[in-house]
């Protein structure tokens, strides 16, 4: 009897019980009705003397109680997690994660960017540190020209070509002198000048240019083309091409939208035919190519399609302003 109490005592304590199942196991093994150790060593109680029967009884009796003592004490670890689990209720909404919203410029960017590679224009970028050539020279702006007045530069370095661009126009002459035709590229980005800071202007700015160079290119293609982007953005609205003067572009336009009836002809881009001696300037044959190209201001666009009043307000970076726009884009 004595070896079998060991004995019993050892395998309790080494019994490992991982899982549910191991628990019932345990208790099978030890306390199961028909079968269990514990419960045959309290049957074979009944075969010996009274007297030792008392001492026995006792130390089975412990056994026994290290066996539930062990049982509790699984218990007791897994069931808490195991409330958790049953308790947890898969219809309480998740926590939110808070995300950042784009800001509105990025908004129409991507917008226009979108909308021009559906209609298979390429988007690329140029530098916004430029040099006279790209920027002026080469769009038929010589140095003597009043249209550089139109654009305050700014320099880099003193007697130097290097300027911040001032256009996105730019990027026509970079991508051109690069590439054979055809070809019709867009290109978003930032340009400077200096001007005074003010709700309508900023030294710093957002452009949109776009140009189509191939065969046959009419003022047809480029009055579908601007339709095209005007109406996604605004919808149905009435358009107006004005003549207007570039010196990259001939004919040139300007295109007003008339937008709601309080503010009447709003003027959102220009554009025109490039110019054939821009296209001799990066040896692009004018007699057999011919081309379209617009620019338009991203902040511009924006103030009208938010309805917003200062340009300003784009660039303060007012958390309770930028949260308000949602987008897909
Ligand atoms: N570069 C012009 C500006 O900054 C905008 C522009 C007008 C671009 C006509 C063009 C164009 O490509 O054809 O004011």
Request: aromatic share 14%; with cysteine.
């Amino acid at each position: 009897m004595n070896n079998k109490i060991d004995q019993t005592k050892e395998e309790i304590k080494y019994f490992h019980i991982k899982t549910y199942n191991d628990l019932e196991l345990f208790r099978i093994k030890f306390l199961g009705k028909k079968k269990g150790i514990i419960t045959n060593l309290f049957k074979e109680l009944k075969k010996i003397s009274i007297y030792k029967r008392k001492i026995y009884g006792k130390t089975i009796n412990e056994l026994k109680k290290e066996v539930k003592n062990k049982i509790k004490i699984f218990h007791e670890k897994n069931d808490i997690q195991n409330d958790k689990i049953l308790n947890f209720d898969p219809t309480i909404p998740g926590k939110s994660i808070e995300i950042g919203s784009r800001h509105p410029l990025s908004i129409i960017k991507n917008k226009i960017i979108d909308l021009f590679g559906k209609i298979g224009f390429l988007h690329v970028d140029g530098p916004e540190i430029e040099d006279d050539w790209h920027n002026f020279t080469a769009l038929n702006i010589p140095i003597s020209h009043p249209a550089r007045d139109m654009q305050d530069t700014f320099f880099l370095c003193k007697n130097s070509d290097i300027l911040l661009r001032t256009h996105t126009s730019s990027v026509q002459i970079r991508y051109m002198k690069k590439h054979s035709p055809p070809f019709r590229v867009l290109s978003v980005g930032k340009v400077y000048r200096n001007e005074t800071i003010s709700s309508r202007s900023n030294f710093m700015f957002h452009q949109a240019e776009g140009f189509y160079i191939d065969k046959k290119v009419s003022f047809y293609d480029l009055k579908q083309t601007i339709h095209y982007l005007i109406t996604s953005l605004f919808g149905e609205v009435k358009i107006r091409f004005r003549p207007s003067y570039f010196p990259f572009t001939e004919p040139s336009a300007e295109v007003d939208i008339y937008y709601n009836n309080n503010s009447g002809w709003i003027e959102i881009m220009g554009c025109g035919m490039i110019d054939p001696q821009v296209l001799k300037n990066v040896n692009i044959d004018s007699e057999i190519y011919s081309g379209f190209a617009f620019g338009l201001g991203i902040e511009r666009l924006s103030l009208i399609i938010y309805q917003m009043k200062d340009i300003r307000i784009y660039f303060d970076n007012d958390i309770r302003f930028l949260k308000q726009f949602k987008s897909e884009f």
